[in-house]
C-alpha cells in the first residue's frame, strides 16, 4: 500500500490506542531509567554553538551534513504541510561529532550498544518536533525492530514550556543527567521549547545487547557515576 502520509504509514502498524479522551499514565509509553552525575555543564555552550538546523529533509545527514534524505521525505513533510506548517522549518538543531565532548562519550558507551547511533539535540525557543511515530527500523534493515531501542538523556534540569509528549501523556520536571526510554515503535511523540531556555537532550540509538538487557531488567531507578 502507498502512503501519502508517514502518519497514516506509523499509525497502520501501530498498537497505540489514538483516543484523545483517554488519560495516559505516566511511564506507560516511556521509561524513566535513572539519572547520570552531571559531568557535562561546562560543555553546553560549545555546543549550542556548533549545532546545525535539523529538519526533516537533513535529519539523516551526518558528520560531515551530508547524506541520504528520508525514503520517506514526501510523507514526512505531507505530515507538516496539512497543518500548516513550513516543510522545511527547524525541529531542533544537532550535533552529531562527539569527540570533542569525551564525558557524554562515557555516556553512550555506558549502554553498550551494537551499531549505535547518536545525536545531540538543542531544541531552541520556539522549535517545534511535530508529532510522530518513530521508523528506526530504516537505521537497521536487518534487525528485528523489537531489539533496537532509543534512549534519552536530559542534560539539564526542565524549563518551564518546555515539553515532551508520549502519547496523551506529557514527561516534564526532568532533572539533569534523567534518563528515558519509550516504544518508538508504537507511541506517537512530540517535543516543542516555548521556554526562554535551550533544551539539550542526548539521543542515543542502536541495538540492544546481552549488557543493555541486564540494564533494563533493573527496575528500580538508579544514579549512574561513570
Not at 545527514?61 to 525514503?71: A, D, E, H, L, Q
Not at 526542565?158 to 506529557?170: S, T, V
Request: charged share 25%.
Amino acid at each position: 500500500m502507498t502512503y501519502q502520509s508517514s502518519w497514516d504509514y506509523t499509525k497502520n502498524r501501530s498498537n497505540y490506542h489514538f483516543d484523545k479522551e483517554r488519560k495516559d499514565l505516566p511511564g506507560e509509553w516511556y521509561t524513566v531509567l535513572g539519572n547520570f552525575s552531571n559531568t557535562w555543564a561546562a560543555s553546553l555552550e560549545s555546543i549550542k554553538n556548533s549545532s546545525r538546523p535539523m529538519t526533516w529533509e537533513n535529519r539523516k545527514y551526518t558528520i560531515n551534513r551530508s547524506g541520504p534524505v528520508s525514503p520517506m521525505l514526501e510523507q514526512e513533510e505531507y505530515d507538516v504541510i496539512k497543518g500548516g506548517g513550513d516543510p522545511k522549518m527547524a525541529l531542533v538543531d544537532v550535533i552529531d561529532d562527539f569527540s570533542p565532548y569525551p564525558e557524554l562519550q562515557r555516556i553512550i558507551d555506558f549502554f553498550n550498544l551494537d551499531q549505535p547511533k547518536t545525536r545531540l539535540h538543542i531544541q531552541k525557543t520556539g522549535q517545534v518536533f511535530n508529532r510522530h511515530i518513530d521508523k528506526l527500523d530504516d537505521l537497521y534493515p536487518d534487525v528485528d525492530p523489537g531489539r533496537i531501542i532509543r534512549f534519552a538523556i536530559m542534560l539539564e534540569d526542565w524549563e518551564p514550556g518546555q515539553f515532551y509528549q508520549y502519547g496523551n501523556d506529557l514527561y516534564d520536571r526532568w532533572r539533569a543527567g534523567d534518563c528515558h526510554y519509550f516504544d518508538w515503535w508504537n507511541v506517537p511523540h512530540a517535543t516543542a521549547n516555548a521556554s526562554n531556555h535551550p533544551r539539550y537532550t542526548l539521543q542515543i540509538t542502536g541495538i540492544r545487547t546481552d549488557i543493555t538487557d541486564k540494564l533494563l531488567s533493573q527496575k528500580t531507578f538508579r544514579q549512574f557515576i561513570i
